[in-house]
C-alpha cells in the first residue's frame, strides 16, 4: 500500500505511517509571518487577502498538531485546521469580550507560535515523513485514459462557465433550477460522470482525477446560481455582514439585538479577519464560502467514508453521493458551516481511533453484552501512545470549546455523539462529552444569557415534542404552489432513500468492532428533533448532520445491490459505464433539490447594489421596511438606522405598511417569488402593490432595477 493511500485511510496494519512532509509547517509559518508583515504595513491588494485566509486557516493548528506526530497524514491536517480556526474563534472573543481590540498583535501571537512549532517539528524530527516506514509513493503515468478524462474535466469546466453566461434564472419558478439550465449544464454533468468514472470504476484507481471530479462537481451544484448573478445565494450571509460590519467598527457587541450574538465567536473572527485583510467589509467573502468550506470539509468526509466502507474506491463514490445529497444550503459564509467543519474532524478522528485500536469484544447475554459495552474502553491506535492520546484528546477539548462559544446546535450534537459512542463502548476520551457538556452549559449561563433570559419557555417548550418538530420539519413544507409542494417530496424523497440505503448499509457493516461508533453518529442527530423544533429546521439539519456518515453507509448499500449482478457488474467497462449513469443522476438530483428555491433565495448583483446604495444614503433614524425582514438590506448600518418592531407584512396589505409608517420600502423579485411559491399569492402580486403605493401617493419611487424596487415615504403622509 503506498503511503498516499495509508495517508488518505489513517490505517496501515499497525505500521506507522508518514506525516506531514517538513515543509509544511514551516510554509504555513512564513505565510503567517507574510500576512503579519502585509497586516502592519496596511499592504493593499489580493496577495495580502488569501495570506491572511490561509494563516486564519492553517496556523497556528497545523505546526502545533505536528508535535503530536499522528500517524497520519489527513488526521493531522484536519485537526491542523480546525485547530487554527478555534484559536482565532477563541483569541477573538477574548479581543471583543475583553474589549481590547488588537487584530495585529493577535497575529504576531499566532505567527510566533507558528514559527516556534514548526522549528521544534522539523528540528525533532517529528514531520520527516515517516521515519519508520518510508514507502516510496509511485508516480502515475498519463496513459491514454488518464488524458481522457482530463479532457472531460476541462470540457465540463467550459460547459459549466458557458452556463453560467447564458442562463436566465429570472426564469426559475416552482420547479427551481433544473428547469431553466440548458444542455450546457447536463452536458457538463455527464462529463464529470465520465471523468470519475474512469478515476474510481477502473482497475487502477486515479485519485488525483476523481479529486478533480468531485472539486468540479461541488463548482457545478454549489456555485452555479451565485456566479451566474454575481452575487452569493441565502441571504442570510448578508446579515452577517451587517453584524461583523458592527464588530469591527464598535470593537464590541451590541446589546440584546439579536440572539446570535450570544455565540459570537464566529463573528468575531470574521472581523479580525476582515482587519487583517484591509477589506472593507466581509461581503467579497461570500460568493466562493459554499465551494471553500465544502472543500475544507471534504478531508473529514473522506475519512470518515473511508473508516466506514473500508477502502478509498468506495469512499471516493460516497463523497460522490454526500455532494449531491447535500442539498440543505447551509454551508454559506454562517457559523454552522465552520463549526460543522470541526464537528466532523472531531468525529473523523474517533472513528479512525476506532477502527484502528483494539476493542474487547461483546460476548455472552444481550444484558451481559449491553452492561459491557457501557464499560468497556478502546485500546490505543498503533502509533499512538498515552501521553499522545492525551494530548489529542486535550486538542479535541480545545476544538470543542471554540465550537461552544460559535453555534448553539451544532455544540449540542457533537455532545450527544460523544455520549453515544461512550454508552456503546466505542470512546476511549470518555471525560470528553462530559467536560464539553459543562462548557456548554457554563457558557449559556455567563455567555449567552440574552438568549435564554425570560424565553426559557420558548427553548423548552418543544422539548419532547417529536411530533410537533416533525409537522414543522416536513408537514409544513408542504405548502403554497401545488408544483412546488411536489418538488418539496422530490427532496423529500431523494433523502429518505438515502437514509434507507444507509440503513441497508448498516446492516452489512453491522458485524465490525466499530459498528456501534458508527451507529451512533449516524443515530446522534436525529436525537435534536425530541429536543428543539428549531424555527422548523430540525429535519432539515438532523440529515445534514447525518450525511457525512450515511453517504458511505449507502455506499455499502449501493455496492451490495451492485455485486448482486454477479459476473455481469464485473465484465469489461461494466463499473465504468454503471457509474457514469450513477453519478449523473445523481448530479441531475443534486441539482434539482439544492435549486428548488432558486427563485427566492438568489440576490442579483442589482439587488444588492440597491440595498447598499439606500443603507449609504439615508440618514440615522430612518426607519426601513425589508420585505422579507431580513437579507440584504441588513448588510450595515445595523444600529444607526430603525428596523420595525415585530416583524415584517407576512400579508402586505395598506393597514400593515401604514403600522410599521417606514421612510423607505425595498421590494425584491425574490421576495415576490417566495409569496407566489411558499404563500401562494398571485403572479407578480408585490410589485403590484408597490405600484399601489405610488399611485396612491404614500410613496414614490426612488430606484428600479430589474431585481429591485425601493420606495420613499412621500413628505407629509
Known amino acids: 500500500m503506498t503511503a498516499l493511500a495509508v495517508a488518505a485511510s489513517g490505517t496501515s496494519g499497525g505500521r506507522r505511517v508518514a506525516a ?60 491542523g485546521v480546525s485547530a487554527s480556526w478555534a484559536s482565532w474563534l477563541l483569541l477573538s472573543l477574548g479581543q471583543v469580550a475583553g474589549g481590547w481590540w488588537a487584530p495585529v498583535p493577535c497575529a504576531v501571537l499566532v505567527t510566533a507560535v507558528s514559527v516556534v ?33 482530463v479532457a472531460a474535466l476541462v470540457g465540463a469546466a467550459v460547459l459549466g462557465w458557458w452556463e453560467t453566461r447564458v442562463i436566465d434564472l429570472d426564469a426559475a419558478g416552482p420547479y427551481g433550477l433544473i428547469a431553466v439550465v440548458g444542455w450546457r449544464m447536463f452536458a457538463a454533468l455527464a462529463a464529470v460522470a465520465v471523468a470519475f468514472a474512469i478515476a474510481v470504476g477502473r482497475r487502477r484507481l486515479d485519485q488525483p482525477v476523481a479529486g478533480a471530479a468531485v472539486a468540479l462537481l461541488v463548482c457545478l451544484l454549489y456555485q452555479l446560481v451565485g456566479v451566474a448573478d454575481g452575487s452569493p445565494v441565502v441571504s442570510t ?75 478509498r474506491r468506495l469512499a471516493w463514490i460516497a463523497m460522490a453521493i454526500y455532494v449531491c445529497g447535500n442539498w ?80 448553539q446546535l451544532t455544540p449540542v450534537l ?3 455523539t460523544l455520549t453515544l459512542m461512550a454508552a456503546v463502548g466505542c470512546l476511549r476520551q470518555r471525560c470528553l462529552p462530559l467536560a464539553m457538556g459543562v462548557l456548554f452549559l457554563l457558557w449559556l449561563s455567563y455567555g449567552a444569557p440574552d438568549y435564554w433570559t425570560g424565553h426559557l419557555h420558548v427553548i423548552l417548550g418543544d422539548f419532547g415534542k417529536v411530533g410537533s418538530s416533525l409537522q414543522s420539519g416536513l408537514g409544513d413544507r408542504f405548502s403554497g404552489a401545488a408544483q412546488y409542494r411536489r418538488m418539496q417530496g422530490v427532496r423529500i424523497a431523494w433523502s429518505g432513500s438515502l437514509a434507507v440505503l444507509a440503513g441497508f448499509g448498516w446492516l452489512l457493516y453491522r458485524r465490525k ?64 459505464l454503471v457509474l457514469t449513469v450513477a453519478v449523473w443522476c445523481a448530479s441531475v438530483l443534486g441539482v434539482t433539490t439544492r435549486g428548488l428555491n432558486t427563485a427566492f433565495e438568489r440576490n442579483p448583483a442589482d439587488l444588492a447594489a440597491a440595498a447598499r446604495s439606500l443603507l449609504d444614503s439615508v440618514p440615522d433614524g430612518t426607519t426601513l421596511l425589508p420585505a422579507n425582514g431580513e437579507g440584504v438590506l441588513k448588510q450595515g448600518r445595523l444600529t444607526t438606522v430603525v428596523w420595525p418592531q415585530g416583524g415584517v407584512c407576512s400579508v402586505w396589505t395598506l393597514d400593515c405598511v ?39 401617493g404614500r410613496y414614490r419611487v426612488v430606484q428600479r432595477t430589474p431585481h429591485a424596487l425601493v420606495l420613499a415615504r412621500t413628505p407629509g403622509r
Not at 466581509?282 to 473522506?302: C, G, H, M, N
Not at 403590484?688 to 396612491?696: E, R, S
Open 20 to 79: 506531514i512532509p517538513s515543509w509544511a509547517p514551516v510554509a504555513v509559518a512564513v505565510v503567517a509571518a507574510s500576512a503579519t508583515a502585509a497586516a502592519v504595513v496596511d499592504a493593499a491588494g489580493p496577495v495580502r487577502v488569501v495570506a491572511v485566509l490561509v494563516m486564519v486557516s492553517f496556523a497556528p493548528g497545523l505546526p502545533v498538531v505536528a508535535l503530536l506526530a499522528l500517524p497520519s497524514r489527513a488526521i493531522t491536517i484536519m485537526l
Open 513 to 576: 468492532p466499530s459498528a456501534p461508533a458508527v451507529a451512533a453518529v449516524l443515530l446522534a442527530p436525529f436525537t435534536l428533533v425530541a429536543a428543539q423544533s428549531y424555527g422548523g429546521e430540525i429535519v432539515l439539519r438532523c440529515f445534514y448532520y447525518a450525511l457525512p456518515v450515511m453517504a458511505p453507509l449507502a455506499t455499502l448499500g449501493l455496492y451490495r445491490l451492485y455485486r448482486r449482478l454477479g459476473a455481469a457488474a464485473f465484465r469489461r467497462g461494466a463499473p465504468v
Open 237 to 311: 450571509g448578508f446579515v452577517h455582514v451587517g453584524f461583523i460590519d458592527y464588530i469591527g467598527a464598535a470593537h464590541r457587541l451590541p446589546p440584546s439585538l439579536d440572539a446570535r450574538f450570544s455565540w459570537s465567536g464566529f463573528f468575531d473572527a470574521a472581523a479580525v479577519l476582515v482587519d487583517l485583510a484591509g477589506l472593507p467589509d466581509a461581503a467579497p467573502l461570500l460568493l466562493w464560502a459554499p465551494a471553500v468550506l465544502a472543500a475544507f470539509a471534504a478531508l473529514p468526509v473522506f475519512t470518515i467514508a473511508t473508516v466506514v466502507t473500508g477502502g
Open 658 to 696: 401604514e403600522s410599521f409608517a417606514a421612510d423607505y420600502i425595498l421590494l425584491s423579485t425574490s421576495q415576490q417569488a417566495a409569496l407566489e411559491l411558499q404563500w401562494g399569492a398571485p403572479h407578480g402580486w408585490l410589485y403590484a402593490f408597490g405600484d399601489q403605493l405610488v399611485a396612491q
Open 414 to 416: 457533537t455532545i450527544a
Open 117 to 149: 512549532a514548526a522549528y521544534v517539528a522539523v528540528r525533532s524530527g517529528r514531520v520527516n515523513g515517516a521515519r519508520a516506514a518510508r514507502v516510496r509513493v509511485p508516480v502515475r503515468r498519463w496513459d491514454r485514459w488518464r488524458v481522457a478524462a
Open 328 to 407: 440543505f444550503q447551509q454551508d454559506y459564509f454562517a457559523p454552522q458551516a465552520v463549526v460543522f467543519v470541526m464537528h466532523c474532524a472531531i468525529v473523523a478522528t474517533l472513528l479512525w481511533m476506532v477502527r484502528s485500536a483494539p476493542i474487547p469484544r461483546l460476548e455472552g447475554t444481550l444484558g451481559q453484552r449491553i452492561s459491557t459495552a457501557i464499560v468497556r474502553v478502546p485500546g490505543l491506535p498503533p502509533g499512538i501512545g498515552r501521553i499522545q492520546a492525551l494530548l489529542l484528546e486535550l486538542l479535541l477539548l480545545f476544538i470543542a470549546a471554540a465550537m461552544v462559544v460559535s453555534h
